[in-house]
């Protein structure tokens, strides 16, 4: 039987593998293995872990920067048209939804400003997906159908908890949350990159492609 402590931690080992790098994973695993059961420390496997990830997620933000841009893009741009008044100028109908037919009313109220912002935040994703050669119509759709719909049920889902919420002055239909500005905009943003993750998921990095038709078959 197997001594347990031969074995690396288990969640250490499920995390180095989702997170490492892929053009190094398989290797740095087989060796970190290796000598952590010559150390049996696993103090050191850790460290080793948590750097590796390190290192495996810049390597993501740099292969995937258009991702990370159009979720800083979609974080931001609400706040932009709150505070700037400019929503009044590019929607004309946010200050008179109530005249709206119901339901278009209820969707102008609720998601007029998401929608907006993930509009606005497809035309960074847009630009990224051209420069690295990899632009589809489909992406774009596939990943604002999923912006909004994970927006809504975050938006929704905070109805469940009113004590999170306090009313706008001057505003009876309209809520803020009393949580400070940067976790709202911090959820925002993972929000619109696990969107992006999503909706592209069939975006693979150039070099990585150019390696695998270089492979001998």
């Known amino acids: 039987m197997t001594d347990k402590r031969s074995n690396p931690p288990s969640f250490a080992l499920w995390l180095l593998r989702h997170t490492a790098s892929d053009d190094w994973n398989e290797a740095l695993t087989g060796d970190l293995i290796e000598t952590f059961r010559d150390r049996q420390s696993r103090w050191w496997f850790w460290g080793q872990v948590l750097f590796a990830s390190t290192l495996g997620a810049l390597e993501t933000i740099r292969r995937r920067w258009y991702f990370f841009c159009y979720a800083i893009t979609g974080a931001v741009t609400p706040y932009i048209f709150e505070y700037s008044n400019v929503l009044v100028r590019v929607w004309p ?3 008179h939804w109530s005249d709206l037919p119901w339901p278009l009313s209820q969707f102008v109220l609720e998601m007029g400003l998401p929608a907006i912002a993930a509009s606005m935040s497809l035309l ?3 630009v990224g997906l051209l420069i690295e050669g990899s632009f589809r119509w489909a992406y774009l759709l596939r990943t604002f159908i999923i912006t909004l719909i994970l927006i809504s049920a975050v938006h929704f889902s905070i109805d469940l908890f009113p004590w999170l919420l306090r009313p706008i002055p001057g505003d009876q239909h309209r809520k803020s949350l ?6 709202v905009v911090l959820l925002l943003g993972s929000t619109y990159l696990l969107a992006a993750w999503l909706g592209c998921p069939s975006i693979e990095h150039p070099h990585k492609r150019e390696r695998q038709i270089a492979e001998p078959q």
Do not use: A, E, Q
């Open 124 to 126: 960074v994703l847009s």
């Open 93 to 95: 109908f946010s200050s």
């Open 178 to 183: 009393i949580v400070p500005g940067i976790f």
